[in-house]
Nanobody, 114 residues
């Protein structure tokens, strides 16, 4: 069964940066498209970014385009989300998953506040 362990969240000031990591296991990672999602308090879980299995195509939500970068390392079954120029509206719990999504991990909380 697929498992995901997200890490790297924390409290950061507006304009700051964070790098999230996701350790994946239980499936053939190198064959799977991967995605980052986020869920703000009281809101639905939304797609933030996606990356193909080979890492040769990436897509982003309009709200994070130009600020966030998704990447992956198939040698260690990891996917990353580099977040720059963070804004208070980026505050959320961030999750990774393959496509189609399976079991969810615990996520990692990102709080952007001064």
């Amino acid at each position: 069964q697929a498992q995901f362990v997200e890490s790297g969240g924390g409290l950061v000031q507006p304009g700051g940066s964070l790098r999230l990591s996701c350790a994946a296991s239980g499936f053939t990672f190198s064959s799977a498209s991967m995605r980052w999602y986020r869920q703000a308090p009281g809101k639905r879980r939304d797609l933030v970014a996606s990356i193909t299995s080979a890492g040769d195509s990436k897509n982003y939500a309009d709200s994070v385009k130009g600020r966030f970068t998704i990447s992956r390392d198939n040698s260690v079954n990891m996917v990353y989300l580099q977040m720059n120029s963070l804004r208070p509206e980026d505050t959320a719990v961030y999750y990774c998953n393959h496509w189609p999504p399976g079991t969810w991990g615990q996520g990692t909380l990102v709080t952007v506040s001064s």
